[in-house]
């Protein structure tokens, strides 16, 4: 309404001076106002607000003005309708781009998910691979430790024994004739070696592969090796197997044992305990085996990261590759804690 307004100012003072009160009323009555009504403005406050002093261009006749009036308005709905057509024009371009760009986004989004899925799978499947490798690797390996056993048992400690006994003879007949006193000594000697190298020997063949587990299963076999294993280094290994454990299948309790064997090595070689427990439990047709130890602990993220940890990474692929879950709780001084659950 302002600028209407401001236009009938504009228009008004068109008109000649004589016919300025006829030409005041038809503007005034062009835009509804009467002169007169309160808050009315006559034409010359009107004209004086609007312009001051300055006389803007005059026409010469009233159709001249309704001309202009005519051309004003029809001047602005043009523009107007312009205005929309092209706002709407700009406004669906826009519209267009971001659409676009989204479509192009979401398909980036999706073929980025597409990628990352097949490197997922390809990865799964390289693992599975490894897996199934290294299960094949410790098949093997358990078979070469169970022909090496039985070489050392039937061929070399029966070579020892008999070199043994070999010499307890020659000794008894030097003992039986004087001034052999010397000889005698050193034959004792040898014969200790002997017996010491057989017992060395035993040993070895035991931990390639342990009859005892294959004959009196798992708890007797752990026993009897936490015994020895505590006693060669002067260690207090406690064991301790639930009474509820059940039976353990062949390939379940290897693997276990296995466990024990590489987790005590490496408390004997890094942890610098005085006690150890190793404790075996069963929870429905779950085992669980735990091997706690007093030592000086370590960092285990520095520890894998710098590339160590080469028996903590034997023992997680032999549970893995059973199906199992292996966690190791430790920190420096606090000692270590070794977890390994295998399903039945």
Do not use: W
Not at 89 to 115: D, H, K, P, Y
Not at 132 to 153: C, M, V
């Amino acid at each position: 309404m302002a600028f209407r307004a401001v236009f009938a100012c504009l228009l008004t003072i068109a008109f000649p001076l004589g016919a300025q009160e006829a030409r005041q009323q038809r503007v005034l009555a062009l835009y509804a106002t009467t002169p007169g009504a309160a808050g009315a403005l006559t034409f010359e406050a009107t004209y004086q607000k609007t312009f001051g002093d300055a006389l803007g261009p005059r026409l010469d006749s009233e159709s001249e003005y309704i001309d202009l009036a005519r051309f004003s308005e029809t001047t602005y709905d043009e523009a107007l309708v312009r205005f929309l057509r092209y706002g709407a024009l700009v406004l669906f371009v826009l519209q267009t781009a971001l659409i676009t760009g989204l479509l192009l986004q979401s398909a980036r989004r999706r073929r980025a998910e597409r990628e990352m899925r097949e490197k997922q799978k390809m990865l799964e499947a390289s693992n599975r691979q490894i897996s199934e490798l290294f299960g094949r690797l410790i098949a093997t390996q358990e078979t070469e430790r169970s022909r090496i056993a039985r070489d050392l048992h039937d061929d070399v400690s029966q070579r020892v024994a008999a070199l043994s006994l070999s010499m307890g003879s020659l000794k008894r007949k030097l003992s039986n004739k004087a001034g052999n006193s010397d000889e005698v000594a050193e034959l004792s000697a040898m014969q200790r070696d002997a017996v010491a190298l057989a017992e060395g020997v035993r040993n070895v063949s035991h931990d390639l592969h342990p009859s005892t587990l294959q004959h009196a299963g798992l708890v007797t076999a752990l026993g009897e090796f936490c015994g020895q294993f505590g006693r060669l280094h002067s260690l207090a290994i406690t064991f301790n197997a639930a009474p509820d454990l059940g039976q353990i299948d062949g390939t379940a309790a290897l693997c276990l044992y296995r466990v024990v064997q590489e987790a005590l090595h490496n408390v004997a070689k890094h942890a610098q305990a005085r006690d150890v427990t190793v404790s075996l439990t069963r929870s429905g047709d779950v085992v669980h085996l735990s091997i706690v130890d007093d030592g000086k602990g370590f960092h285990l993220a520095g520890e894998r990261g710098h590339g160590g940890g080469l028996g903590l990474i034997s023992i997680d692929e032999r549970v893995r590759v059973m199906g199992g879950q292996m966690a190791v709780d430790t920190r420096p001084g606090g000692g270590t804690r070794l977890s390994v659950s295998i399903q039945q």
